[in-house]
């Protein structure tokens, strides 16, 4: 089993900044994709940005220069770093990783619990 522990969410203004982390620990073979998604008030969990084990990344239009993904695949930890923060930035963040628990198993999604990011003033 995989668990993911998400970490750096809570309140800022707008135009403040936030770090997120999201540490990968359990029966780890070898973890591909890694990400985070968001999931506003009353609205679909979608894509905020993807990290591949090379850091190839993606992330959404919404976020693209302000927000920026990395990772250390040695501690398999994913970060987020979020500059500029709007209030439409408001959701539960989760982060996502892609992941193998033995050498011939199926890579399949694991989800953290998510961590609320709130920008207000």
């Known amino acids: 089993q995989v668990h993911l522990a998400e970490s750096g969410g809570g309140l800022v203004q707008p135009g403040g900044s936030l770090r997120l982390s999201c540490a990968a620990s359990g029966s780890i073979f070898s973890i591909t994709h890694m990400g985070w998604y968001r999931q506003a008030p009353g609205k679909q969990r979608e894509l905020v940005a993807t990290i591949t084990p090379g850091g190839a990344t993606n992330s959404a239009d919404s976020v693209k220069g302000r927000f920026t993904i990395s990772r250390d695949n040695a501690k398999n930890t994913v970060y987020l770093q979020m500059n500029r923060l709007e209030p439409e930035d408001t959701a539960v963040y989760y982060c996502?990783?892609?992941?193998?628990?033995?050498?011939?198993?199926?890579?399949?999604?694991?989800w953290g619990q998510g961590t609320r990011v709130t920008v207000s003033s």
């Open positions: 996502n990783a892609r992941a193998l628990v033995t050498p011939g198993s199926h890579a399949r999604d694991y």
